[in-house]
């Protein structure tokens, strides 16, 4: 253990092949499937010919270097939240191992109990032989103290109301001041279009029409819709379409590749108008693709409502896989493994980027070994099941560019913001109430001045960039060695300046803070009510002449949760996400560091760390007199919850805002 050291491999640790086939998982790192490198744990050389290595089954814990473990209070809050969690899911596991019956919601009203009294293992009389068992024991003296260890906390959705999530306006309110702000795009062409090879997945024309959104345009045409930015879209029809047949495969589990049409109301909000469900073409007479709109009777509305859980769990998977591993955990890894290799402690740069650095490495390992593992929680509870990493390789592969992280060029690529000198940040949002845009450019501004103010302190001639060996080392060894399946891409940014540096080391402070906090700290109080956000489905939408269609007709309700996860699933994802959700009580937010007047020498540079803290600060009362404007009705109105994802200041807990400096969970 004393000889390892920080270095770099392939995520080759994800599956457990000596425990079967069913745990074999493909490496991910090299030419057939790139992948960000990740921290070694000393037990393959990198260049090893084998694929997979020995897994640390957990409670051994994956090596990490020790100045990146969790401090004591850190370890503490995440060790009792593993508690809590095992807790949580015990009592579904025993029911599942017991019976196979009743595993399933069988109405809202199962749901709400868990809020109320948590999910009861009632064992009768003549269970006298589960009753003598040890751990039933444990468990029945646990229920009968009362005290609430099985309970959840109410999740935040149902705060203000508890049918929000049934309403089409709370569900296009959810992709601009959600859990998942970063997947909604302008629709710039109608009907959309798909970049996949038509030779290997078919035609691949969309079924959405003109007339199925016309008489939602408020007299609108489509193409005047268009040309004044009032449609946008989420677009999960590419990702999903290579998968689907092996995610349809699977037992339980059932998904199409959707997209979701959303048009901007007069009030500035926006309303869902269709939603495209594709399969894979599976012969002439199959009918492959189908849209939905919004209903006009009864059982409209059921479809409409299960039409909405199938983007809600793509929206979930991406929005974990890719948006939220990917693109802050797993990227930003890289980084931080080049930054302890090649720069001092004592360099100016270490002494920037050290608060946004913190447990992240430990927090990645603890998710390679839990979360993202073959059989972890991720493949046991959202859609894509084994396939999970596979589609965030596939996204690393095919969307992801560093040049496209800062919160400007991704608010342009996806077509929600212009560039405008005139406006304060530079940029038009086109469409005006999203307030993780809104929100996120101030805090971004200020990231950046303070950064800008650093570095031309340090870097007053960019010769000087370009003749800091350490600082060229680090950038070279994070893309050529931590990003190397990508390294060869004209995209990457250079570093000869001192605005290169400024621009980079603002875009890592973003993903590592802002970024996060945006994806991750919302993840309980809205995907803790399973029927809101639910990451897997189980069962395809019955056209009129499946034999499933009767029992849908019959019990819509029943169908519609049978659709949903089930108890253990369910139980199991709440547990977790609560965990991921929560701040430890040493965190650490933005505009605070440890030993705020003697983390570095230089007093100027003290006095503009206070400063940065101070307009921070200021961010927070804007974020709050933005939460109570009635203009802003995405964030504000009758039952609406207020975006503070991104208010920058929190307690410990699950308390759905607070932007840490760093990945710590």
């Not at 059932?254 to 309303?271: E, N, S, W």
């Not at 845009?437 to 971004?444: E, F, H, M, T």
């Given at each position: 253990?004393?000889?390892?050291?920080?270095?770099?491999?392939?995520?080759?640790?994800?599956?457990?092949?000596?425990?079967?086939?069913?745990?074999?998982?493909?490496?991910?790192?090299?030419?057939?499937?790139?992948?960000?490198?990740?921290?070694?744990?000393?037990?393959?050389?990198?260049?090893?010919?084998?694929?997979?290595?020995?897994?640390?089954?957990?409670?051994?814990?994956?090596?990490?270097?020790?100045?990146e473990q969790f401090e004591e209070s850190k370890q503490i809050t995440f060790s009792n939240g593993r508690l809590r969690a095992v807790l949580h899911t015990l009592i579904p596991a025993i029911k599942a191992s017991i019976s196979a019956d009743n595993q399933d919601f069988s109405s809202f009203s199962d749901i709400g109990v868990l809020y109320k009294e948590g999910l009861l293992l009632k064992v009768g009389l003549q269970d006298e032989i589960w009753k003598n068992l040890p751990l039933l024991k444990a468990v029945n003296k646990i229920q009968e103290s009362g005290e609430g260890q099985l309970k959840y906390d109410t999740p935040k959705i149902l705060s203000r109301d508890k049918l929000a999530w049934l309403r089409d306006?709370?569900?296009?309110?959810?992709?601009?001041?959600?859990?998942?702000?970063?997947?909604?795009?302008?629709?710039?062409?109608?009907?959309?279009?798909?970049?996949?090879?038509?030779?290997?997945?078919?035609?691949?024309?969309?079924?959405?029409?003109?007339?199925?959104?016309?008489?939602?345009?408020?007299?609108?045409?489509?193409?005047?819709?268009?040309?004044?930015?009032?449609?946008?879209?989420?677009?999960?029809?590419?990702?999903?379409?290579?998968?689907?047949?092996?995610?349809?495969?699977?037992?339980?589990?059932?998904?199409?590749?959707?997209?979701?049409?959303?048009?901007?109301?007069?009030?500035?909000?926006?309303?869902?108008?269709?939603?495209?469900?594709?399969?894979?073409?599976?012969?002439?007479?199959?009918?492959?693709?189908?849209?939905?709109?919004?209903?006009?009777?009864?059982?409209?509305?059921?479809?409409?409502?299960?039409?909405?859980?199938?983007?809600?769990?793509?929206?979930?998977?991406?929005?974990?896989?890719?948006?939220?591993?990917?693109?802050?955990?797993?990227?930003?890894?890289?980084?931080?493994?080049?930054?302890?290799?090649?720069?001092?402690?004592?360099?100016?740069?270490?002494?920037?980027?050290?608060?946004?650095?913190?447990?992240?490495?430990?927090?990645?390992?603890?998710?390679?070994?839990?979360?993202?593992?073959?059989?972890?929680?991720?493949?046991?509870?959202?859609?894509?099941?084994?396939?999970?990493?596979?589609?965030?390789?596939?996204?690393?592969?095919?969307?992801?560019?560093?040049?496209?992280?800062?919160?400007?060029?991704?608010?342009?690529?996806?077509?929600?913001?212009?560039?405008?000198?005139?406006?304060?940040?530079?940029?038009?949002?086109?469409?005006?109430?999203?307030?993780?845009?809104?929100?996120?450019?101030?805090?971004?501004?200020?990231?950046?001045?303070?950064?800008?103010?650093?570095?031309?302190?340090?870097?007053?001639?960019?010769?000087?960039?370009?003749?800091?060996?350490?600082?060229?080392?680090?950038?070279?060894?994070?893309?050529?060695?931590?990003?190397?399946?990508?390294?060869?891409?004209?995209?990457?940014?250079?570093?000869?300046?001192?605005?290169?540096?400024?621009?980079?080391?603002?875009?890592?402070?973003?993903?590592?803070?802002?970024?996060?906090?945006?994806?991750?700290?919302?993840?309980?109080?809205?995907?803790?009510?399973?029927?809101?956000?639910?990451?897997?489905?189980?069962?395809?939408?019955?056209?009129?002449?499946?034999?499933?269609?009767?029992?849908?007709?019959?019990?819509?309700?029943?169908?519609?949760?049978?659709?949903?996860?089930?108890?253990?699933?369910?139980?199991?994802?709440?547990?977790?996400?609560?965990?991921?959700?929560?701040?430890?009580?040493?965190?650490?937010?933005?505009?605070?560091?440890?030993?705020?007047?003697?983390?570095?020498?230089?007093?100027?540079?003290?006095?503009?760390?206070?400063?940065?803290?101070?307009?921070?600060?200021?961010?927070?009362?804007?974020?709050?007199?933005?939460?109570?404007?009635?203009?802003?009705?995405?964030?504000?109105?009758?039952?609406?919850?207020?975006?503070?994802?991104?208010?920058?200041?929190?307690?410990?807990?699950?308390?759905?805002?607070?932007?840490?400096?760093?990945?710590?969970?």
């Amino acid at each position: 253990m004393s000889d390892r050291i920080y270095d770099f491999d392939v995520y080759n640790d994800l599956g457990n092949p000596d425990k079967g086939n069913h745990l074999v998982r493909p490496r991910l790192g090299g030419k057939a499937i790139p992948y960000p490198r990740r921290c070694r744990t000393g037990r393959l050389p990198m260049d090893s010919d084998i694929n997979a290595e020995s897994r640390v089954e957990k409670p051994t814990p994956l090596y990490v270097p020790r100045d990146e473990q969790f401090e004591e209070s850190k370890q503490i809050t995440f060790s009792n939240g593993r508690l809590r969690a095992v807790l949580h899911t015990l009592i579904p596991a025993i029911k599942a191992s017991i019976s196979a019956d009743n595993q399933d919601f069988s109405s809202f009203s199962d749901i709400g109990v868990l809020y109320k009294e948590g999910l009861l293992l009632k064992v009768g009389l003549q269970d006298e032989i589960w009753k003598n068992l040890p751990l039933l024991k444990a468990v029945n003296k646990i229920q009968e103290s009362g005290e609430g260890q099985l309970k959840y906390d109410t999740p935040k959705i149902l705060s203000r109301d508890k049918l929000a999530w049934l309403r089409d306006d709370e569900f296009a309110r959810e992709t601009v001041s959600g859990i998942n702000p970063v997947s909604i795009e302008r629709l710039r062409v109608f009907p959309p279009r798909s970049s996949l090879d038509p030779e290997i997945y078919g035609p691949l024309e969309s079924a959405l029409k003109e007339e199925h959104i016309l008489g939602h345009l408020n007299g609108l045409s489509v193409s005047q819709a268009l040309e004044e930015n009032k449609l946008f879209m989420i677009d999960y029809h590419d990702i999903y379409l290579p998968f689907l047949d092996r995610i349809n495969a699977l037992d339980g589990r059932k998904a199409y590749a959707t997209r979701t049409i959303f048009f901007l109301t007069p009030l500035g909000t926006l309303k869902p108008i269709a939603i495209e469900l594709s399969l894979p073409p599976a012969g002439p007479n199959f009918r492959s693709k189908r849209v939905v709109t919004p209903p006009v009777d009864a059982t409209g509305s059921w479809i409409w409502q299960l039409a909405k859980a199938y983007v809600c769990s793509n929206d979930a998977s991406v929005h974990q896989l890719v948006h939220h591993w990917l693109r802050t955990h797993a990227s930003l890894e890289p980084f931080i493994l080049a930054a302890h290799r090649q720069l001092s402690a004592m360099h100016p740069i270490f002494k920037l980027l050290d608060p946004h650095m913190r447990y992240t490495l430990e927090i990645n390992a603890l998710a390679r070994q839990n979360l993202i593992n073959g059989d972890g929680v991720i493949e046991s509870c959202f859609t894509p099941g084994q396939y999970s990493m596979e589609i965030s390789a596939a996204a690393y592969k095919n969307f992801w560019r560093f040049d496209k992280e800062s919160l400007h060029a991704d608010l342009i690529r996806r077509g929600m913001a212009v560039p405008d000198p005139t406006q304060p940040h530079g940029l038009k949002l086109l469409l005006e109430d999203y307030p993780y845009a809104q929100d996120g450019l101030l805090i971004w501004s200020a990231i950046e001045n303070w950064v800008r103010t650093y570095v031309e302190h340090y870097y007053p001639d960019s010769s000087i960039v370009c003749t800091d060996k350490e600082l060229q080392a680090w950038y070279s060894e994070s893309v050529n060695v931590g990003h190397f399946d990508l390294r060869d891409a004209d995209w990457w940014p250079k570093l000869a300046t001192s605005d290169d540096l400024i621009w980079i080391l603002t875009v890592l402070i973003w993903l590592a803070s802002a970024q996060h906090a945006a994806l991750n700290f919302g993840q309980y109080p809205y995907g803790g009510y399973v029927p809101n956000r639910p990451t897997l489905m189980r069962r395809l939408i019955p056209e009129e002449n499946d034999p499933e269609y009767a029992n849908f007709l019959a019990d819509p309700q029943k169908y519609f949760l049978l659709a949903l996860p089930n108890v253990l699933q369910g139980t199991k994802l709440m547990a977790v996400i609560d965990t991921l959700s929560t701040h430890s009580p040493d965190e650490e937010y933005i505009g605070e560091r440890q030993q705020p007047s003697i983390w570095t020498g230089d007093a100027e540079m003290i006095e503009a760390f206070y400063d940065f803290s101070a307009e921070i600060q200021q961010i927070e009362q804007e974020i709050n007199r933005r939460n109570a404007d009635p203009s802003l009705k995405h964030r504000c109105g009758a039952g609406v919850l207020p975006y503070e994802l991104l208010a920058p200041s929190s307690g410990p807990g699950v308390t759905c805002r607070g932007v840490p400096n760093s990945v710590t969970i």
